[in-house]
T-cell receptor, first 112, second 112 residues
Framework: DTAVSQTPKYLVTQMGNDKSIKCEQN?????MYWYKQDSKKFLKIMFS???????INETVPNRFSPKSPDKAHLNLHINSLELGDSAVYFC???????????FGSGTQLSVL | GENVEQHPSTLSVQEGDSAVIKCTYS??????FPWYKQELGKGPQLIID???NVGEKKDQRIAVTLNKTAKHFSLHITETQPEDSAVYFC???????????WGAGTKLIIKP
């Protein structure tokens, strides 16, 4: 069974659209994350949720809104997509100390 | 703010040779240093980590060394194989917040 699964794998959409990426983890972890990886492979944390509560919210446009219905799920909704949003988005989860992260396989978002 | 510098950005080695990737961190309170491997089309995966009370750790062909005085740590891969080709990330965190600060990544290419 996949530990951290995110869907869809690929997302191609037009500028101005609204889209969502879903993430689920079956590891029983308390903390989940969203990361953005740009074309140069740099990993940037966007959000962190611990037991459904937001604990990290880096400088991210408010067009990005995370939603955590329960501690096993952390979805990412993006409004009014822009060209610069094109990247690979990774969901991750962490155990008690949040040191060891488990990543999903990524969602490649292409905004045309 | 805290940062982690990683070098080189690209490393090309002959199959069978050794590869070394170096990272320097700025936060002297950092005490946990993981290394992640990201294969093409996948999310990063933890391959080895080290804590500040240890100077070196080995796991088969990979090893990590830590120099707390100089605030740098390195990943060593011996007898490189084609499957070692990937992007490698170093990171650092402190136990007070467990927030990982990531290096920019090193693309390792193993030449046959």
């Amino acid at each position: 069974d996949t530990a951290v699964s995110q869907t869809p794998k690929y997302l191609v959409t037009q500028m101005g659209n609204d889209k969502s990426i879903k993430c689920e983890q079956n590891l029983g972890h308390d903390t989940m994350y969203w990361y953005k990886q740009d074309s140069k492979k740099f990993l940037k944390i966007m959000f962190s949720y611990n037991n459904k509560e937001l604990i990290i919210n880096e400088t991210v446009p408010n067009r990005f809104s995370p939603k955590s219905p329960d501690k096993a799920h952390l979805n990412l909704h993006i409004n009014s997509l822009e060209l610069g949003d094109s990247a690979v988005y990774f969901c991750a989860s962490g155990g008690a100390t949040n040191e060891k992260l488990f990543f999903g396989s990524g969602t490649q978002l292409s905004v045309l | 703010g805290e940062n982690v510098e990683q070098h080189p950005s690209t490393l090309s080695v002959q199959e069978g040779d050794s590869a070394v990737i170096k990272c320097t961190y700025s936060d002297s309170a950092s005490n946990y240093f993981p290394w992640y491997k990201q294969e093409l089309g996948k999310g990063p995966q933890l391959i080895i980590d080290i804590r500040s009370n240890v100077g070196e750790k080995k796991d088969q062909r990979i090893a990590v060394t830590l120099n707390k005085t100089a605030k740098h740590f390195s990943l060593h891969i011996t007898e490189t194989q084609p499957e070692d080709s990937a992007v490698y990330f170093c990171a650092a965190s402190r136990s007070s917040n467990y927030q990982l600060i990531w290096g920019a990544g090193t693309k390792l290419i193993i030449k046959p």
